[in-house]
């Protein structure tokens, strides 16, 4: 299942490991619009901004933790590389032990926090109790989703991003015949989403957990990991931290910027909450590509990183920027045609699909510019330099997105496609302060003859 990644054609390498992994994102994704999708069949406004709310908290919650599994990915990728089969059982076992402890703390808390939760994205009174009802139970549910994160990044270090693709096909498939049965048949409405979703995740963990003791009965799971690698090493954690820990606070403050604009929506009334809400899920879809480029950067990479292989990792870099810049333009120029028919397939209320279209009109260009931003990330994170993606996504954030979105929402209150722009804007300086630190660390790099590698 280890898969050699530093030979051979580079783009031939990226398709083997992005594609897989671009499904499994697609299929994760999945699981926010088919919720999305049937709540809208069999409820109104209400069940939809519940549905959505609470999605967008798990969401951000699912994206904090695979951003702190990157640093397993990397340095598991960095072991490959250098053919070190000590060190990649090492920081596979110390995965493990780190995740668990992520899990138990992260569950305690969130479950005594959730009415705290509801309260701080200004849920619209109508979707108040059905937005707490899905967070109970998907927060319950939240060491499945830890669960298949852990197993998810070990493997991707190893280069093999297709059994993730297997573990999460069985979720989605299982959790859009459990929408069906919760919230169509039984009527369960937000609290069917959630239950359907977390059942599915527990099936996914167990049917991975059983294909791995299989694997390895045959002799195909080359991780030569016992039980002594599960005691915490100092040295190894510390690399995992260090890549891991920026990466997901960075991703956090991300998915803040993105909920504080959704409780800004959330402000004006139900409708406009619902089109925030079908807009974000849409825009999840079409930045699946970039985020499964900014893996597939930082896992090829880091395996060159750990080989010295200097000019392969940036001719990787080169070939993610022009496939993700290429597709944010192919991205933005659809949907100004079609945004009315995008919004229509979630709801029919012509209010929400209307302030939909117009927010989604200008949001949709932020896939051109954080396209670029997350190429960039996923090569500092392959050299250890984590803190360079934390530092321009908080200045995008802390600059643009949120006091840009709030401004746009004061001045333009009847309409939301100002507020769209807020996005792409603070993507569009991340980018800038990405080619400004690239650059700067090549100059580095030639006046000291050494790579820029931690």
């Known amino acids: 299942m280890q898969r050699d990644l530093t030979q051979g054609s580079v783009l031939k390498s990226m398709a083997a490991f992005s594609l897989p992994y671009l499904l499994s994102t697609f299929l994760q994704t999945l699981y926010g619009l088919a919720d999305l999708f049937i709540a809208g069949q069999y409820g109104g406004a209400d069940i939809i901004s519940a549905v959505s709310i609470g999605s967008q908290v798990m969401h951000m919650l699912t994206v904090v933790i695979v951003g702190l599994a990157m640093g397993s990915t990397v340095v598991i990728s960095r072991s490959v590389g250098a053919r070190d089969a000590r060190l990649m059982a090492r920081a596979a076992g110390n995965t493990i032990t780190l995740f668990l402890g992520v899990a138990a703390a992260l569950t305690a808390a969130l479950l005594l926090t959730v009415d705290g939760v509801v309260s701080v994205m200004s849920t619209p009174p109508e979707a108040a109790r059905q937005t707490r009802q899905y967070l109970m139970i998907c927060f319950a549910g939240l060491p499945c989703i830890v669960s298949y994160n852990i197993i998810s990044a070990v493997l991707r270090g190893m280069g093999d991003s297709r059994s993730p693709m297997a573990f999460v096909a069985v979720a989605c498939t299982l959790n859009i015949l459990l929408d069906y049965v919760f919230i169509g048949g039984l009527g369960m409405a937000a609290s069917g989403a959630a239950l359907g979703t977390v059942i599915s995740q527990t099936c996914s963990v167990v049917f991975a957990l059983l294909y791995l003791r299989h694997k390895r009965r045959q002799q195909r799971f080359d991780l030569p990991m016992t039980a002594a690698d599960l005691r915490p090493d100092r040295r190894v954690m510390g690399q995992l931290l260090r890549i891991g820990l920026p990466v997901a606070c960075q991703d956090a403050f991300i998915q803040i910027s993105f909920l504080l604009i959704t409780v800004i929506a959330n402000r004006r009334g139900v409708d406009a909450a619902a089109a925030v809400g079908i807009v974000e899920k849409l825009i999840s879809l079409l930045f699946l590509v970039p985020s499964a480029l900014m893996s597939t950067v930082s896992a090829l990479a880091a395996q ?136 700067w660390l090549k100059k580095k790099q030639r006046r000291d003859k050494k790579a820029f590698y931690i």
Do not use: K
Request: glycine share 8%; proline share 4%; aromatic share 14%.
């Open 304 to 439: 060159c990183v750990g080989a010295s292989l200097h000019d392969r990792a940036r001719r990787v870099l080169r070939y993610a920027l022009t496939i993700c810049t290429g597709f944010g333009l192919c991205c933005a120029a659809l949907f100004q045609l079609i945004p009315e028919q995008a919004l229509s397939l979630f709801a029919d209320e012509s209010e929400v699909i209307r302030q939909g279209a117009a927010y989604l009109r200008s949001y949709v260009w932020d896939c051109v510019f954080a396209g670029i931003h997350f190429c960039f990330s996923g090569f500092f994170c392959a050299y250890g330099l984590s803190s360079l993606s934390f530092a321009h996504n908080v200045a995008s954030m802390v600059l643009v997105r949120v006091p840009g979105a709030y401004a746009a929402s004061m001045l333009y209150p009847e309409t939301l496609y100002p507020m769209g722009w807020a996005s792409p804007l603070g993507s569009l300086l991340s980018a800038v302060i990405c080619l400004g630190a690239y650059g």
